[in-house]
Structure formats: structure tokens, C-alpha cells
């Protein structure tokens, strides 16, 4: 019932009758593809409309590129959970199952009185206040546009070239450039690195003097199937964030591109322009002129964790556990979100302190 606005009959049928389907074939600890899964339980619409549109607005990627242990983690927990207890494994019982979790979780904070903390946060000042307060924090000698070109051992230490002298090194570059600068300290971890592929997207920012007319919520995701309109998502930044609100008018982020198709990334700003303007009326009505535009291109900017992607990276942990003071860090592991990527930053120096300590 949910979704029956948004797939079409068929499809809302077979979600319906999925639960009292053939089972999946299931073993604990088994990782498959999101899209061959969706499509085969609930059928195209489902994955065209509601899975790929919402993974792509976190990985850029459709769903057909995507493996489900390291995308929806929870979903496959659940699977694993249902064989091990020798229950049917079906899509709609483990999709029940973990609603019916999130809601129990939220009446048990109702409980208590406590507001439910916000879905978005962010920075008033953008994420350059963040990146400043832990520059001056740390008190490091940072160096700007510097290109690592390779790392290896050098007298008990490492050399960076062009850097220098080192003692320990943590990577935390996109993961084909992990995989070359690991290629001589890790040889095993860069050669399982290289073969993470990486999305490349385009987002473009536009202010409008007025929000008349800009839906009240905080943006659309666009079916891989719309047809006529180019974007993939619009971000309505200003209704989204109350502080840019505060400024008056309306932001609204347009997004583009995915690892299958990243062709608009390379579009020119005028054409990506057009685009934003013409698809954001076409799907909201909202018919304003931008008074002001920025084109962002993020190229390689998100791994894409297909399917095993866990597994290759219990791999590459597993290498690097066995290769002193050096440790990878960032979206390439284990979650591309911020939260994760400072995680990864976290364990990667606790590992180069303990290896330091015992060197
Ligand atoms: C358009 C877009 C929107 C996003 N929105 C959100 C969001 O709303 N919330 C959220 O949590 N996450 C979001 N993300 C994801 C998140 O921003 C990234 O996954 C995260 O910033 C990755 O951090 P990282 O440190 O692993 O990699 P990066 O931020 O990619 O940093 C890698 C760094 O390595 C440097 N580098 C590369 N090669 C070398 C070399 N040879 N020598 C030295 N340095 C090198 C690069 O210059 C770069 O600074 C978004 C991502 C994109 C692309």
C-alpha cells in the first residue's frame, strides 16, 4: 500500500504476493546483487522507481551495480537470520521484519520522551568549518596540492615521493589510487583495491529569488525510468537546511550522472543548466529563472561497493593487519557517508598508534 502511487498495478501485486512465494535460496553469509534481487521478487517498476533511485542518491549507482550486504546491511542481516533459524527466506518478510524493528525502536524512544534524532544534519557554515576546526586541532604540517606519486619502505621507514621521509603512512585516496600507492608496501591489498570501480556524478546548485511554488519537503528522487528529464534527483537545499532558508529565495540542488552512465558529467555548464531548470519545472512545476548557478563535477567521486565488496575488503584489512604502520581509511572500506569515512580515520590511526607502540 505504501508504494502503490509510485509502481504500477502488476508490481504492487507481486510485492503483495511475494510473501507467500517460493522462498529465496539462502545460505548465511551469501551477498547479491540489488537489482537482480528486487527485480526477480517484485518485478522492474520496483527497481526502476524506488531501489535505484534511492541507492543512486547515496552511491551513484543504479541498483544493478550494487551488492546488498554492503549497501543494505540490515536487509541481508535479516536473511541470515531467517536461515539460520530455517524460516522461509522471502524479501517481504525480512522488509516487514525490519520495519516492524524501526518501529518498536521508535515507540521505545517515544517512551522515554526523547525527540528522534534529526534524519539530516550539517554545518552552518558548510563542511570548510569542520575540515578548519580539525586542521588547527591537529596542528599538523599539512601539505596542500601535493600529489603522492608512490610509497615504499626505506630504512625501516617509509618514502614518499615527493614528500619524503615518514613514519607511518595512512591512505585515504580514492581506491584505484589506493591500489597503485599500496602496490609496493601491500602488493595483495592493492591488487584487491583496483578492482573497485568508481561512480562519477554532477551536481548543479541553483538560488532562486523567490520559493513560490517549490514543494515543501526536502526533495524528489527521479525513476530511473522518468522519461524526458535528465536528472537523476533535486535536493530542495533551502527548504532541507532552515539556515539557508534564512537567506530568502530558494537553493536547489540538481544531481546528475551515474557509474553506468556519466556522459552528463562531461556536459557543459550551459547544457547541465538548462537541464536543472527544464526537469526541475517538468517535475514539480516550479518555473522560476535561477538568479545564480555553480556546476560541481565530482568524477570518481564514490566507490561503487559491489556485490562481495565485503568480503574484498575483510581482504584487504586482513593484508594490511599483517603490514606494519601502514592503514587505509576512507569511502573505499565500509560506508561511503561521512559518519564512516571518520570512523575508518579513526581506526586507521589507532592501528598506526598501536603499531608505532610496538615498533
Ligand atoms: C555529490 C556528492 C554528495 C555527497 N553527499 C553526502 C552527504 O550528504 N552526506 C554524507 O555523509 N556523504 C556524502 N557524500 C559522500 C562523502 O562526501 C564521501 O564519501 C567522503 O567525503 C569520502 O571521503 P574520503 O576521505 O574517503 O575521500 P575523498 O573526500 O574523495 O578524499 C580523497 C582525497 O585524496 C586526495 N588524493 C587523491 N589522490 C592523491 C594522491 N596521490 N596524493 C595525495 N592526495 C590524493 C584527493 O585530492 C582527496 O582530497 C557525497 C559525495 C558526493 C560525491
Keep these: 500500500a505504501d508504494v502503490a502511487g509510485i509502481v504500477s498495478a502488476e508490481t504492487a501485486a507481486r510485492i503483495d504476493a511475494e510473501a507467500t512465494a517460493e522462498p529465496l535460496a539462502w545460505s548465511i553469509g551469501d551477498d547479491v546483487n540489488v537489482g537482480t534481487l528486487v527485480r526477480s521478487r517484485y518485478g522492474e517498476d520496483a527497481v526502476a522507481r524506488l531501489v535505484s ?31 539460520s533459524a530455517e524460516e522461509p527466506v522471502r524479501l517481504s518478510t525480512a522488509v516487514s521484519r525490519l520495519l516492524a524493528e524501526r518501529e518498536d525502536a521508535a515507540r521505545a524512544l517515544a517512551a522515554t520522551g526523547e525527540k528522534p534524532a534529526p534524519v539530516f ?60 600507492l599500496l602496490g609496493d608496501v601491500a602488493p595483495e591489498a592493492g591488487t584487491l583495491l583496483g578492482g573497485i570501480d568508481l561512480a562519477s556524478s554532477v551536481v548543479v546548485g541553483m538560488r532562486f529569488d523567490t520559493d513560490d511554488g517549490l514543494p515543501q519537503n526536502s526533495g524528489v528522487l527521479l525513476g530511473t525510468d522518468a522519461p524526458g528529464v535528465h536528472a537523476k534527483a533535486f535536493t530542495f537545499s533551502s527548504r532541507k537546511w532552515p539556515h539557508l532558508a534564512e537567506r530568502g529565495g530558494a537553493f536547489v540542488r ?78 573505499v572500506l565500509q560506508g561511503v557517508g561521512v559518519p564512516a569515512c571518520a570512523d575508518s580515520g579513526r581506526d586507521a590511526a589507532l592501528k598506526i598508534i598501536d603499531d608505532l607502540s610496538q615498533s
Design 53 to 83: 533511485p534511492m541507492l543512486g542518491g547515496v552511491y551513484s549507482a543504479s541498483a544493478d551495480s550494487l551488492g546488498l550486504r554492503a549497501t543494505v546491511p540490515a536487509l541481508a542481516a535479516v536473511f541470515d537470520d531467517l536461515a
Design 121 to 180: 544534519n550539517s554545518f552552518v557554515h558548510g563542511y570548510r568549518a569542520l575540515i578548519r576546526a580539525l586542521a588547527e586541532d591537529a596542528d599538523a604540517d599539512i601539505r596542500l596540492n601535493t600529489q603522492v606519486e608512490s610509497v615504499s619502505r626505506w630504512r625501516g621507514r617509509f618514502w614518499l615521493e615527493p614528500v619524503g621521509e615518514v613514519d607511518a603512512v595512512v591512505v585515504a585516496t580514492p581506491a584505484p589510487t589506493a591500489a597503485v
Design 254 to 331: 540538481a544531481s546528475f550522472g551515474t557509474l553506468a552512465d556519466a556522459s552528463l558529467v562531461d556536459a557543459d555548464d550551459r547544457t547541465l543548466i538548462g537541464y536543472a531548470v527544464e526537469d526541475l519545472a517538468t517535475v514539480t512545476g516550479f518555473t522560476a529563472r535561477p538568479v545564480e548557478t555553480f556546476v560541481q563535477r565530482w568524477w570518481g567521486g564514490l566507490p561503487s561497493y559491489g556485490e562481495g565488496h565485503l568480503d574484498r575488503i575483510t581482504a584487504v584489512r586482513d593484508v594490511l593487519a599483517d603490514s606494519p604502520r601502514v592503514a587505509l581509511a576512507g569511502s
